[in-house]
T-cell receptor, first 109, second 111 residues
Framework: NAGVTQTPKFQVLKTGQSMTLQCAQD?????MYWYRQDPGMGLRLIYY???????DKGEVPNGYNVSRLNKREFSLRLESAAPSQTSVYFC????????FGQGTRLTVV | AQRVTQPEKLLSVFKGAPVELKCNYS??????LFWYVQYSRQRLQLLLR??SRESIKGFTADLNKGETSFHLKKPFAQEEDSAMYYC?????????????FGKGTHLIIQP
């Protein structure tokens, strides 16, 4: 049982480059989330999706876009990466208890 | 809107000492409360939930509705307890916007 799978695990980008973080869950959950985790800041919600086809902004959405492609997949896109987006990104899904992916460590130089 | 507050960003205690990680919440309904743990460079995972009233790895947490608190406790800390701990609230009825995390407490157990 894979749970929540994120790719890639590590990424280095140059300022201005774009990339998409992929997330998939196999638990048939409606709710999915993207968080960023920074030292001293804890988890901050970027976007969430209550169901296929719906997305909503969280606490820190600026500079990001998301797509809920289907019930399983929820991707996060950085259109023009900035050094301030250097962080660890976690995808999660839930129906009651939340399940997290293993994280993507992104560095923007 | 619901809110979860973890007042301590960092908590350092010696091995064998008692541990208490504080969590306060604001929500007018009947919430579900959880504690999640994240060991170094690993994913967050559920530690315990108030509804099951269980003890996991020696940790317990009691929901105090009068004080709107859900503090995590362990009588004797062990070095392997060093981790980030997040308190979370799920409001009644659930929903994607019903899940709220605190900012986390970094627990360090000194030898």
């Amino acid at each position: 049982n894979a749970g929540v799978t994120q790719t890639p695990k590590f990424q280095v980008l140059k300022t201005g480059q774009s990339m998409t973080l992929q997330c998939a869950q196999d638990m048939n959950h409606n709710s999915m989330y993207w968080y960023r985790q920074d030292p001293g800041m804890g988890l901050r919600l970027i976007y969430y999706s209550a169901s296929e086809g719906t997305t909503d902004k969280g606490e820190v959405p600026n500079g990001y876009n998301v797509s809920r492609l289907n019930k399983r997949e929820f991707s996060l896109r950085l259109e023009s990466a900035a050094p301030s987006q250097t962080s660890v990104y976690f995808c999660a899904s839930s129906v009651y208890q939340a399940f997290f992916g293993q994280g993507t460590r992104l560095t923007v130089v | 809107a619901q809110r979860v507050t973890q007042p301590e960003k960092l908590l350092s205690v010696f091995k064998g000492a008692p541990v208490e990680l504080k969590c306060n919440y604001s929500y007018s309904g009947s919430p579900e409360l959880f504690w999640y743990v994240q060991y170094s460079r690993q994913r967050l995972q559920l530690l315990l939930r108030h509804i099951s009233r269980e003890s996991i790895k020696g940790f317990t947490a009691d929901l105090n509705k009068g004080e709107t608190s859900f503090h995590l406790k362990k009588p004797f800390a062990q070095e392997e307890d060093s981790a980030m701990y997040y308190c979370a609230l799920l409001r009644s009825g659930g929903g994607a916007d019903g899940l709220t995390f605190g900012k986390g407490t970094h627990l360090i157990i000194q030898p």
